[in-house]
């Protein structure tokens, strides 16, 4: 499939703080992909270099077959950008700003704007300023799907938004990409939406790749053993199949992309006891916590 974005050794910081430090990904054309890591794992700051607003110290970065930070007007349009807020004039009504959004863009499509809008059950002579956070988010949503972008980068789309304004947005979201094969980039920190949501994701964590590829396969692959306390445990560091471990008073769990039987063999190996070991089944969100730990 042809990668939509490209991101080759991706390194940056700010002083001798270190937030990228050799990011590889793609973005293939088509599907929901969500970049996902901790507050400080470095999404923003990746999302700043794929719009051109940093220069990475070092490495490549390009979008629509183009250089990041020289990404031509022309090109641009195609894409829909949601980043940091909602930043939009407030002092305009609903369908002065739709009119206003609706010059800039060749491939405008004023019906899909007001079918998400109107499902606010919203006068559109509604100025924004006089909207709820939730609302004004959802008619910026509708302005950035009314672009008919090829590409879609929503920096933590869910900002403001409760729980049935989410519901709204994820479901209307679905269906926009299934229809029109958009790809869409996001990142959130309500990682329990992503479950149904994301097709491929990368998790990131202190500016490195801990995971990417299909979510699916992630899930079939990474796995939860708990096991009582023991002397021996407590001794345990990760290497091998254990990739993450979580301590807690009376039990520890170790995770891994492996079955019960090789990680029993690895842990008797060590002297640990695992006549008690359990496999413990996971929800995305639990495997994504088990794999960048809680704290």
């Not at 970049?35 to 794992?41: F, S």
Request: charged share 25%; with cysteine; net charge neutral.
């Amino acid at each position: 499939m042809e990668s939509i974005i490209s991101c080759r050794d991706l390194r940056h910081g700010y002083g001798e703080k270190v937030v990228l430090d050799g990011l590889n990904f793609d973005v293939e054309e088509g599907g929901i992909f969500g970049l996902l890591g901790k507050n400080g794992a470095g999404k923003t700051t990746t999302i700043n270099i794929l719009m051109g607003f940093l220069r990475p110290l070092s490495g490549e970065c390009r979008v629509l077959g183009e250089p990041s930070h020289g990404i031509r007007p022309e090109v641009r349009r195609d894409i829909g950008l949601l980043h940091e807020k909602f930043i939009q004039y407030d002092f305009m009504s609903i369908k002065e700003i739709e009119r206003f959004h609706s010059r800039f863009y060749p491939k405008w499509e004023r019906g899909v704007f007001f079918d998400l809008v109107s499902r606010l059950e919203v006068s559109h002579d509604r100025r924004i300023g006089r909207m709820s956070c939730g609302q004004r988010s959802q008619v910026v949503l509708g302005l950035i799907m009314a672009q008919n972008p090829k590409l879609m980068i929503l920096d933590d789309y869910s900002m403001g938004l409760d729980v049935g304004y989410r519901r709204l947005f994820l479901d209307f979201l679905q269906e926009y990409v299934r229809e029109r094969g958009t790809t869409v980039l996001l990142t959130s920190h309500v990682v329990q939406d992503l479950d149904k949501l994301i097709d491929r994701m990368i998790i990131i964590q202190q500016g490195k790749v801990l995971v990417q590829g299909r979510k699916d396969e992630f899930l079939a692959s990474f796995r939860q053993f708990r096991l009582p306390s023991s002397e021996a445990l407590d001794r345990l560091g990760t290497g091998g199949p254990v990739v993450a471990l979580e301590r807690e008073r009376s039990a520890t769990s170790v995770f891994g992309y492996c079955g019960r039987a090789e990680m029993a063999a690895h842990l008797s190996g060590l002297g640990i006891p695992v006549e008690d070991m359990a496999g413990v089944p996971m929800e995305f969100e639990d495997a994504f916590i088990g794999i960048t730990g809680k704290y």
